[in-house]
């Protein structure tokens, strides 16, 4: 469930459905799905391989694997890095969502037009003070849960938050399936239409549904080695890694069975972009009877979502300090609790007082801090664990082999050792080269 929560997080439920509504429904999930069993599976095989044999955090994992004289530990700085800068505007988005939740259950939707509901969004980002205050709270929450330990507050944590969270999507399943013309979000959602892969351009869909499987499971950073290290020694690794994916598949599909029929049935743009959240369907709740029930409901299950993936990564993030240095987990947490919050402060100020901090061709902070984890960190750093398990100059795809296949359950199977040493690597590094050319030369 913790891995999951690392897993799961605002790719299945806030970019997933905007993607899929932009790049025309079903045809786009057919293939994201394909493209998340060809690419995320392997690695994240990989991932949990390294974090279970060396029993270790990404940044001490490969000290205890690699060949002797080898420098693969040096990757072990750049997945700290990753975890860091994720989180360093992954908090400010995690944020937004609980802010919501108070907003829609104190009813500041109630009776506002559709440019009055987008208008919060851009006063509460324009207000230094509430982006900071929202950012800070889920700082809190997440080292408060990590300072409780593995297993009475993480996995306990994480535990209730998953079942919670889907739970609540059944729940909003069910509302947006009844609604009055929510067949035509289903149609849309669940008919692939192929023309509609034509007019955005073929190769861009198969692209970005290779991008959002890639990017949805929090893979190359190192923030599923540590969960792998926890993993016992009964269970094979592949089928931890199918169970993981089936159940962050099935969340990313559940928000569209969501956001979808309720588009619909209220006349909404389900390709609206990354504003279709906040700008968008509190209008749909407004709409519906115990609207804002029903959108405060929406919110906590997107603030569950953010939180879980906050807890995971914060707990990757102290076991850092633990694995380098030896400290306890209370200094670990005291430590980066002081750091993780002054690193965000950026992001929360790079709406407001600091907009006018801009990279050209990559936009803002937030844009600048997800760029280098989503275009860099994410893909090189997935290429360095495959290279790593299957390459005779790193691990070895034996040892790999040996390591995954120890245990019960799905196994993985050596047939496809020329795919995973070679052709996926490829792969990776085609995504890696296409996601700047996209970026700086595709207008």
Request: charged residues 10%; glycine residues 12%; aromatic residues 16%.
């Amino acid at each position: 469930m913790t891995s999951a929560g690392c897993a799961i997080g605002l790719g299945n439920v806030w970019r997933f459905p905007f993607i899929t509504g932009k790049y025309g429904g079903a045809a786009f999930v057919l293939f994201y799905l394909i493209f998340l069993v060809l690419l995320g599976l392997p690695i994240m095989v990989a991932e949990f391989a390294v974090g279970r044999a060396s029993g270790k955090s990404a940044v001490r994992s490969f000290h205890a694997l690699e060949p002797k004289g080898s420098k693969w530990h040096i990757f072990g700085n750049f997945a700290a890095a990753g975890n860091y800068l994720l989180m360093m505007f992954y908090t400010t988005v995690a944020g937004w969502m609980l802010s919501y939740v108070f907003k829609s259950a104190s009813g500041v939707f109630t009776n506002l037009s559709p440019e009055e509901v987008g208008g919060v969004f851009g006063q509460s980002l324009a207000n230094p003070a509430e982006q900071l205050i929202w950012m800070f709270v889920s700082i809190v929450i997440g080292f408060a849960v990590c300072l409780r330990g593995l297993k009475n507050g993480v996995e306990k944590v994480s535990t209730v938050i998953m079942t919670s969270l889907l739970g609540l999507m059944l729940v909003l399943t069910v509302r947006a399936l009844t609604l009055p013309g929510a067949a035509s979000g289903l149609s849309f959602y669940l008919k692939p239409d192929f023309s509609k892969m034509a007019e955005n351009g073929i190769g861009e869909v198969i692209f970005a549904a290779m991008g959002q499987s890639f990017f949805t499971l929090s893979l190359g950073i190192g923030a599923l080695a540590i969960f792998g290290s926890y993993i016992g020694r009964e269970k094979a690794l592949t089928g931890e890694a199918v169970s993981i994916i089936a159940l962050d598949t099935f969340v990313a599909l559940m928000a569209g069975f969501i956001i979808f029929p309720s588009c619909f049935a209220f006349g909404v743009n389900p390709g609206a972009g990354p504003g279709l959240i906040f700008a968008t369907l509190p209008n749909i709740f407004n709409s519906m009877p115990f609207g804002r029930f029903w959108g405060t409901l929406f919110f906590v299950f997107m603030s569950f979502a953010a939180i879980s993936t906050v807890i995971a990564v914060f707990e990757n993030i102290i076991s850092f300090a633990i694995d380098m240095y030896g400290w306890s987990r209370k200094k670990s947490v005291l430590v980066n609790f002081v750091l993780v919050t002054v690193l965000s402060v950026p992001c929360a100020l790079g709406f407001n007082l600091w907009s006018g901090f801009q990279i050209p061709g990559i936009g803002g902070v937030q844009d600048i801090e997800d760029f280098i984890v989503s275009n860099n960190l994410l893909p090189l750093g997935s290429l360095v664990y495959l290279i790593f398990c299957t390459s005779r100059y790193g691990w070895g795809f034996k040892n790999f082999l040996n390591e995954v296949n120890t245990g019960s359950g799905v196994k993985f199977s050596e047939k496809i050792r020329v795919y995973v040493s070679y052709i996926l690597p490829i792969v990776i590094l085609g995504i890696w080269v296409v996601g700047y050319i996209q970026k700086f030369f595709v207008k």
